[in-house]
């Protein structure tokens, strides 16, 4: 039976437009199928683009008091995984809980750097070019109780080039990110990656 994922995305919706595609391409629809997709913005990208393709849609409550309605929604929609795409708010921990190892996010930044509260969007570039980094990237996370801190699946680089602005380097990460995050995804629907007991992120390798 394929994995059942919702999507919780707060903005224009790129990661899920790539993640729909990646999905829709060979047998991969048989192993994962974008389930739902939700947003603590009633005008996201994210939304407009998943009605469009017949995804079931809806606006949330961000706010921590709504975690026990957006756990009744997935559950009511049968979510095995929960994919954060460009989602701004931390999620609530009556969800953590009920869907540890089963949350991934996707941060335009090589964490540890250049993470947690108030660190999403543009400000991340920023905060990069700011400090005079040479290298940035993008990095795919298991997601726990605080905001950018899961156990690290994927982190891929991107130069930081001189002249950069915060939006060129923000195009240049996203690319990355689209590549990055749809087969790590996948990779986590199939348990290939899973959480561990001791919090890590455990590769499994198939012998040859
Ligand atoms: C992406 O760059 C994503 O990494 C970032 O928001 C953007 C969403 O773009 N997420 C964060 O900063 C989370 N801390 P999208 O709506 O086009 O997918």
Do not use: C
């Amino acid at each position: 039976m394929s994995t059942r994922l919702a999507v919780l995305a707060s903005g224009r919706g790129s990661n899920l437009r790539a993640l729909h595609e990646f999905l829709m391409r060979g047998e991969r629809s048989s192993i994962a199928k974008l389930a739902l997709v939700l947003s603590d913005h009633a005008d996201a990208g994210a939304l407009a683009y998943a009605r469009t393709r017949d995804i079931a849609a809806a606006s949330i409550d961000g706010g921590t008091l709504g975690g026990d309605r957006l756990l009744a929604q997935l559950r009511s929609h049968r979510i095995d995984l929960v994919v954060l795409a460009g989602y701004m708010r931390l999620v609530p921990e009556v969800v953590v809980h009920a869907y540890r190892g089963r949350i991934v996010n996707v941060h335009p930044a090589l964490l540890p750097a250049f993470g947690g509260r108030g660190m999403y969007g543009s400000r991340v570039h920023a905060a990069v070019i700011a400090a005079g980094a040479r290298v940035s990237g993008a990095t795919v996370h298991f997601v726990d109780e605080r905001y950018d801190h899961g156990a690290v699946i994927a982190q891929w680089p991107v130069p930081v080039l001189s002249g950069d602005t915060p939006q060129a380097l923000a195009e240049r990460v996203l690319r990355v990110e689209h590549a990055l995050y749809p087969p790590s995804i996948l990779a986590v629907a199939q348990s290939r990656i899973s959480l561990d007991a001791n919090g890590r992120a455990t590769h499994m390798h198939l012998p040859k």
